[in-house]
């Protein structure tokens, strides 16, 4: 008997209890028999992380939150240390951003890190609120970033050349090219104006700005109310979510906003045609960088047709002996696109986390091995 012998459900129960998944990866790669047999468990683990800010920057174990059973994990990430700024996103890769503006990229699933060019100066003015609010994200031949206003490139280069980061053609480092939030697909870079719902599209080649959607006509139930939108970008289509604080803890108002609209990215000029409240299969894990699409198959726990919001909010411990702390505390709610209802899921593990020095927000990551 040959190791591609082994029973299927044999195989399937070694796979059951696996914990890490890079040793899940290499488990499945042996052989198609154990990559089948091992599927239905592969699917579970295909569900978003969070990954949550360090009180202790020093330190290599990093923390991540399971939405899938409330548990708080910690990873080993030697290039994390030091690193103050982590911004995580869906396709495994981090970037790591020092006080001094030190940048780095990390893989913290493989252990693979890859240095950048010191961000430029306008990302640090003293605050560190600026690299708070840091949006990014790579393709893979180069990484967009930017501090909210204008936005900046670096192609990846051979091991040894850090190259150097250059502004987007075509932005500004004015108010009106804000840029609160980047996502890559498919050889383009969407950059969004969260406020202004207003999408710039720049290419992943030659960093210039190819389109802009203008934003959808939104009549807002009353004039207080500030919507906030968040972009998914898919191989055919953008989804544009806006909201007001109907997803949030704590309000239970009914005349918010919520609405869900859609772009051929084909034929961007078209603009925004608005969904009729349903996403089918599917559900959007939002952070404050950027929202991405994650299929709900049955087996992994993903609700369909939802909306996970992944935030924090300053907290003030004044029962310290030499006075008051500001911390960092993190919540994630999910919201039902069918009824508009949300619950909290901010509760155990999670609760118990909170960051120190300076609150910063947390980000959904994928288990990817790539």
Request: charged content about 20%; aromatic content about 10%; proline content about 5%.
């Amino acid at each position: 008997m040959c190791w591609s012998d082994l029973p299927a459900d044999l195989i399937s129960a070694i796979a059951d209890r696996m914990t890490e998944h890079a040793d899940l990866a290499r488990f499945r790669s042996v052989c198609p028999s154990w990559r089948s047999a091992s599927a239905a468990h592969a699917a579970r683990r295909r569900v978003p992380l969070l990954l949550v800010p360090s009180q202790d920057y020093s330190r290599v174990n990093r923390r991540l939150w399971s939405l899938a059973d409330d548990s708080v994990a910690e990873i080993p990430v030697p290039a994390a240390r030091g690193r103050s700024f982590l911004f995580a996103s869906p396709r495994g890769w981090t970037l790591g951003v020092d006080n001094d503006l030190a940048a780095t990229l990390l893989h913290p699933f493989t252990g693979a890190s890859e240095s950048l060019p010191t961000l430029p100066s306008s990302f640090h003015d003293g605050d560190q609120r600026i690299l708070r609010d840091t949006v990014w994200d790579r393709s893979p031949d180069a990484v967009v970033v930017s501090s909210g206003n204008g936005a900046f490139f670096c192609r990846l280069r051979p091991v040894g050349d850090r190259g150097s980061w250059s502004p987007v053609a075509g932005l500004c480092s004015q108010a009106a090219d804000r840029v609160t939030s980047i996502t890559y697909c498919d050889g383009t870079f969407y950059l969004l104006d969260k406020r202004a719902h207003k999408v710039t599209a720049v290419d992943g080649e030659t960093f210039a700005v190819v389109a802009a959607i203008e934003p959808p006509d939104l009549a807002m139930p009353r004039p207080w109310l500030i919507p906030e939108s968040t972009l998914v970008a898919s191989s055919a289509e953008l989804l544009l979510i806006v909201r007001t604080q109907l997803v949030y803890q704590g309000y239970s108002g009914s005349e918010g906003l919520f609405k869900v609209f859609h772009a051929e990215r084909e034929s961007l000029a078209a603009g925004w045609s608005e969904v009729a409240g349903d996403i089918g299969h599917r559900a959007v894990f939002v952070d404050h960088l950027r929202g991405f699409c994650v299929e709900a198959n049955g087996v992994n726990g993903v609700r369909r047709n939802c909306v996970y919001v992944a935030s924090s909010y300053e907290e003030v411990d004044d029962g310290y002996l030499f006075g008051w702390v500001v911390f960092g505390r993190y919540t994630v709610s999910v919201l039902d696109l069918a009824d508009l209802t949300t619950q909290d899921l901010s509760r155990g593990s999670l609760l118990k986390c909170r960051c120190g020095r300076f609150w910063q927000w947390p980000s959904w990551c994928m288990p990817n091995l790539h």
